[in-house]
């Protein structure tokens, strides 16, 4: 087995915009590999040493990672590594057969798509591949033009799987956040603040709405830092009454109280050597807050009941979905609390902040629910994706888990065709009253120049309503540089403040 990296500049290569007519699956296919892209990895199994020299040149020269091997027992042992985005394998190998790799490269990894090799005798072969859930068959001999341009094809299909993936291994190693994905430069530097506050006994809040994923956030401080091997104990503070609250965190002797049959630690103590969560404790009433912070001055905790205090050593992570600073000038959060609590702030974004993370959660959501691997779903509908990226999500990322997960039970094929949102009242696509809401007329009967413009024109739009006037992620998913948006933007009389705008007009009506 070996491997040969690309003998250019990776930034140099760019595949070509594949104008094929397949399945309608995101994302679509008039948006090629652009050099923001990963470099996809592609493992060829054949046991035929020429076969594999001509494809590994061939693709090397294309700008790929190559891999080779012969048999299908070391391409299953590659694909542990979690590294490959394409597999292209022959029918015919030594032990286990191509068809029988195919399978358990589906049933295995569903992300990573299968291109096979068959003779022109093997056309049942090839269509017994397909319905096993491979991408594409290419018969042999076939050209150098024919097999690029199905690999082209293929990997367009499978862009966002490519991204996820190398996303998380561009962060193994240096932080786990949780299951959390975003191409967004405001998550990124989120990851970069946990990065930095987990090997630090700094008291951290995190500020966010419902269903941002904060507790991800306290998580990932955790187990990132020197306390990883302590306890995490977590509280939510509007979940427990207030009569209970002091008792849950603080802890009781026997006979403290009626019904105290038994001594029992508190939260705080459970959590000496580790990590204590407060989720919303924007519900913390104030004479507990006034108690909780006599503990974090002295690191010591008393017992309801109990003469004696216990040392204890902990790191405090809170959790609120109104900012402190707001608390404190509701009078809702004692000065002298906040001023304790509020050291290193982290705010997370809500989802309609970052839409053009949507696909990244997607995919992630298929490739990991149980549902959706029993049921083999690996795609969603282009028109589908843009149903999700078009509603406001009050609920956050975790609204979105529910939608997909009710999704994934009535989906009856491994394509997600439709969604059905929550509330039609917030979907934010084909809303009228904003200039970034109208549709384009294109007139057949206009000169070829006039209706290229006017098909650009309307692209460009879709793009800009898809991501909120974000010129980088717009840029990004064009294919093309900031620079050409703007550009294009002039030309076509187009304002960013009109797709800015859009949502807050759609809220308000």
Same mark, same amino acid.
């Given at each position: 087995?070996? %491997? $040969? *990296? !690309?003998? =250019?500049?990776?930034?140099?290569?760019? &595949? /070509? #915009?594949?104008?094929?007519?397949?399945?309608?699956?995101?994302?679509?296919?008039?948006?090629?590999?652009?050099?923001?892209?990963?470099?996809?990895?592609?493992?060829?199994?054949?046991?035929?040493?020429?076969?594999?020299?001509?494809?590994?040149?061939?693709?090397?020269?294309?700008?790929?990672?190559?891999?080779?091997?012969?048999?299908?027992?070391?391409?299953?042992?590659?694909?542990?590594?979690?590294?490959?985005?394409?597999?292209?394998?022959?029918?015919?190998?030594?032990?286990?057969?191509?068809?029988?790799?195919?399978?358990?490269?589906?049933?295995?990894?569903?992300?990573?798509?299968?291109?096979?090799?068959?003779?022109?005798?093997?056309?049942?072969?090839?269509?017994?591949?397909?319905?096993?859930?491979?991408?594409?068959? %290419? $018969? *042999? !001999?076939? =050209?150098?033009?024919?097999?690029?341009? &199905? /690999? #082209?094809?293929?990997?367009?299909?499978?862009?966002?799987?490519?991204?996820?993936?190398?996303?998380?291994?561009?962060?193994?190693?240096?932080?786990?956040?949780?299951?959390?994905?975003?191409?967004?430069?405001?998550?990124?530097?989120?990851?970069?603040?946990?990065?930095?506050?987990?090997?630090?006994?700094?008291?951290?809040?995190?500020?966010?709405?419902?269903?941002?994923?904060?507790?991800?956030?306290?998580?990932?401080?955790?187990?990132?830092?020197?306390?990883?091997?302590?306890?995490?104990?977590?509280?939510?503070?509007?979940?427990?009454?207030?009569?209970?609250?002091?008792?849950?965190?603080?802890?009781?002797?026997?006979?403290?109280?009626?019904?105290?049959?038994?001594?029992?630690?508190?939260?705080?103590?459970?959590?000496?050597?580790?990590?204590?969560?407060?989720?919303?404790?924007?519900?913390?009433?104030?004479?507990?807050?006034?108690?909780?912070?006599?503990?974090?001055?002295?690191?010591?905790?008393?017992?309801?009941?109990?003469?004696?205090?216990?040392?204890?050593?902990?790191?405090?992570?809170?959790?609120?979905?109104?900012?402190?600073?707001?608390?404190?000038?509701?009078?809702?959060?004692?000065?002298?609390?906040?001023?304790?609590?509020?050291?290193?702030?982290?705010?997370?974004?809500?989802?309609?902040?970052?839409?053009?993370?949507?696909?990244?959660?997607?995919?992630?959501?298929?490739?990991?629910?149980?549902?959706?691997?029993?049921?083999?779903?690996?795609?969603?509908?282009?028109?589908?994706?843009?149903?999700?990226?078009?509603?406001?999500?009050?609920?956050?990322?975790?609204?979105?888990?529910?939608?997909?997960?009710?999704?994934?039970?009535?989906?009856?094929?491994?394509?997600?065709?439709?969604?059905?949102?929550?509330?039609?009242?917030?979907?934010?696509?084909?809303?009228?009253?904003?200039?970034?809401?109208?549709?384009?007329?294109?007139?057949?009967?206009?000169?070829?120049?006039?209706?290229?413009?006017?098909?650009?024109?309307?692209?460009?739009?879709?793009?800009?309503?898809?991501?909120?006037?974000?010129?980088?992620?717009?840029?990004?998913?064009?294919?093309?540089?900031?620079?050409?948006?703007?550009?294009?933007?002039?030309?076509?009389?187009?304002?960013?403040?009109?797709?800015?705008?859009?949502?807050?007009?759609?809220?308000?009506?």
């Amino acid at each position: 087995m070996r %491997i $040969r *990296k !690309p003998k =250019t500049n990776p930034e140099q290569h760019t &595949a /070509v #915009k594949s104008q094929s007519n397949r399945a309608n699956a995101w994302p679509p296919n008039s948006v090629g590999l652009t050099t923001a892209s990963p470099i996809p990895h592609v493992l060829i199994v054949d046991d035929d040493e020429g076969i594999c020299h001509f494809l590994e040149q061939l693709l090397v020269e294309s700008g790929y990672v190559v891999w080779t091997c012969r048999q299908a027992s070391e391409a299953l042992e590659e694909l542990e590594k979690e590294h490959i985005d394409l597999v292209v394998t022959d029918v015919r190998l030594p032990g286990m057969s191509g068809v029988e790799l195919t399978k358990r490269i589906v049933e295995t990894w569903a992300d990573v798509a299968v291109i096979v090799m068959t003779g022109f005798s093997e056309i049942e072969i090839a269509v017994e591949v397909l319905k096993l859930g491979a991408s594409d068959f %290419i $018969r *042999k !001999p076939f =050209t150098p033009a024919g097999i690029l341009e &199905a /690999v #082209k094809i293929v990997l367009e299909q499978s862009r966002v799987f490519l991204d996820i993936r190398h996303l998380r291994n561009n962060l193994k190693g240096r932080c786990e956040f949780g299951g959390m994905l975003s191409r967004t430069a405001e998550m990124h530097s989120v990851f970069e603040t946990i990065r930095m506050v987990a090997e630090t006994d700094t008291t951290v809040v995190v500020e966010g709405e419902t269903g941002t994923g904060k507790d991800l956030v306290a998580r990932a401080i955790h187990h990132q830092g020197a306390r990883k091997e302590g306890p995490f104990v977590q509280i939510n503070c509007a979940g427990v009454p207030e009569t209970l609250l002091e008792s849950e965190l603080f802890g009781y002797e026997r006979g403290a109280f009626t019904g105290a049959d038994r001594a029992r630690p508190g939260k705080i103590e459970l959590a000496h050597g580790g990590t204590l969560f407060l989720d919303e404790i924007e519900s913390m009433p104030l004479t507990m807050q006034a108690k909780l912070l006599l503990v974090l001055q002295t690191q010591k905790v008393q017992r309801l009941g109990s003469n004696r205090s216990a040392q204890i050593d902990m790191r405090v992570v809170a959790a609120t979905n109104i900012p402190l600073k707001e608390l404190r000038a509701k009078g809702a959060m004692r000065t002298d609390f906040y001023y304790r609590l509020n050291v290193v702030s982290i705010p997370l974004l809500p989802l309609r902040k970052r839409i053009e993370d949507i696909p990244l959660l997607v995919h992630d959501f298929l490739r990991h629910h149980p549902l959706a691997i029993r049921k083999n779903i690996t795609q969603i509908a282009t028109e589908a994706m843009h149903r999700l990226m078009g509603y406001n999500w009050p609920g956050n990322v975790r609204e979105l888990q529910n939608v997909l997960e009710k999704t994934l039970v009535l989906c009856r094929s491994r394509l997600i065709e439709n969604v059905e949102l929550p509330d039609a009242s917030l979907v934010l696509e084909g809303r009228q009253n904003t200039r970034a809401t109208i549709e384009v007329p294109i007139a057949e009967e206009a000169p070829l120049d006039e209706w290229v413009k006017n098909q650009e024109r309307a692209y460009l739009i879709r793009r800009l309503q898809t991501f909120r006037g974000k010129i980088g992620p717009t840029a990004k998913s064009c294919g093309v540089d900031v620079r050409t948006i703007n550009r294009k933007m002039r030309l076509y009389g187009l304002d960013k403040r009109d797709f800015t705008g859009a949502l807050k007009a759609d809220i308000r009506s």
